[in-house]
Structures are given as C-alpha cells and as structure tokens.
Nanobody, 120 residues
Framework: QVQLVESGGGLVQPGGSLRLSCATS????????IGWFRQAPGQEREGVSC????????YYTESVKGRFTVSRDNAKNTVYLQMSSLKPEDTGVYYC?????????????WGNGTLVTVSS
C-alpha cells in the first residue's frame, strides 16, 4: 500500500527553523515527484514546494524562495523540507503528496499532515 507520513512539525518562534520529513512506502520513491502543500486556518490549500523524479528539479512558491529547501533521500524513502527564517504566515498544516509530475492536480497520494505553528 502506498503511504506517506509527515513528521517534524511543532511550535517555533519567528526566525526559527524546522525540518519536515515525508516518509514514504509502497512505491519506488525515485520514480515519483513529491510535493509539499500547506493549509492555514480559513485558507485554501496551497503548493509550497516540489521535487521532481528523475531530473530532480525543485520548485518553490514565491513566498518561501530563499528560505525553504526541499530534498530527497531515495535510499531512506524520505523527502525533507528544510524551513528557515520562519514567519507567522508560514503557520499551517503541511502535507506531502506523491504524483507523476510537480503539478498540483497530478498528485495521487497524500499524507495526513503535520502542524507547523510560528508564533512568539
């Protein structure tokens, strides 16, 4: 069974850092794109970052460029989202998802999310 499990969320002060992990199973990670999404209270879910499969291209929404870094460790079947210089507006539930491409509508499998709260 395909499964994705996020971890690493928590409470952090503005300017701090967190690293989220997306542990995957049930498929060969190298052949799948993994996207990170977040949803703040009362807001629509938005794409944050994505790492493609074979070419390894990475993508970021404008608001996190220069602060977030996505990477993958195929041997560990895990994708990471390193977040630094965190801002209150980064608060939300973060989800990872797997798909054939770094396209929102192509994401087939989703985790249940991990909560990130940025507050002083």
């Amino acid at each position: 069974q395909v499964q994705l499990v996020e971890s690493g969320g928590g409470l952090v002060q503005p300017g701090g850092s967190l690293r989220l992990s997306c542990a995957t199973s049930g498929f060969t990670l190298d052949f799948w794109a993994i996207g990170w999404f977040r949803q703040a209270p009362g807001q629509e879910r938005e794409g944050v970052s994505c790492i493609a499969s074979h070419n390894g291209n990475t993508y970021y929404t404008e608001s996190v460029k220069g602060r977030f870094t996505v990477s993958r460790d195929n041997a560990k079947n895990t994708v990471y989202l390193q977040m630094s210089s965190l801002k209150p507006e980064d608060t939300g539930v973060y989800y990872c998802a797997a798909g054939t491409k770094c396209v929102y509508t192509d994401m087939n499998y989703w985790g249940n999310g991990t909560l990130v709260t940025v507050s002083s």
